[in-house]
């Protein structure tokens, strides 16, 4: 478990405009600040990932996260209040274009992660995050399953020892707020069922 110590070099490493390799609820991801152009632009050159695809914000906190958004709909914050913190990715509709450089080509959709029980719970800003893995490569559960070229080229690693190894669950929300509609577009640590049970107590 990281120590108070280590989630301030990270908050600090982010703030500075480094890339962090640091243990989320599911398995290991790298981070940096979701404004500044030249750190997402690093993050995304370490894993081989296009420019085109869409990257979440990550708070460590499911309050300032849902603060961040004011132009939520009642329906959609009531299911994030049961969702989050939580194993899972939710794509939100985003008018007013929130976090530009985390949504690429598709400003409209913001993609939103909160991790439950986060080693780095106490940190207070968003961060950009992605798996810490090359591209299309296989999840990284320990510090050591991160390709070395990664650990070696990052400004910080934060050890947390083994994770559960099981990405977030994607959840699509963008039309829920006038529709209901939602949809599972990558199963993951995060079962359909809770899922639906959580749909059903606010619909």
Avoid at 180 to 191: H, K, M, S
Wanted: glycine share 10%.
């Amino acid at each position: 478990m990281p120590s108070p110590s280590e989630a301030d070099a990270f908050a600090r490493c982010v703030a500075a405009g480094g890339v962090a390799v640091f243990p989320a609820d599911t398995v290991y991801g790298l981070a940096c600040d979701p404004e500044r152009a030249e750190a997402v632009a690093r993050l995304y050159a370490l894993k081989g990932r296009p420019a085109r695809q869409a990257s979440a914000v990550m708070f460590f906190d499911a309050g300032p996260a849902l603060e961040s958004l004011p132009e939520l709909g009642g329906r959609t914050r009531a299911l994030l209040e049961r969702l989050l913190p939580g194993g899972v990715t939710v794509l939100l509709p985003n008018p007013r274009g929130r976090f530009p450089l985390a949504c690429a080509q598709d400003p409209g959709t913001l993609g939103l992660r909160v991790p439950a029980d986060s080693p780095l719970a106490g940190v207070a800003r968003p961060v950009l995050q992605s798996s810490a893995n090359l591209h299309g490569g296989p999840d990284a559960r320990r510090p050591a399953d991160v390709p070395a070229a990664i650990r070696e080229a990052a400004d910080l690693v934060v050890d947390a020892g083994e994770l559960p190894g099981t990405p977030s669950t994607v959840i699509d929300l963008r039309r829920f707020e006038f529709a209901g509609e939602w949809a599972v577009l990558r199963p993951g640590a995060v079962e359909r069922e809770v899922v639906e049970r959580a749909v059903r107590r606010v619909l």
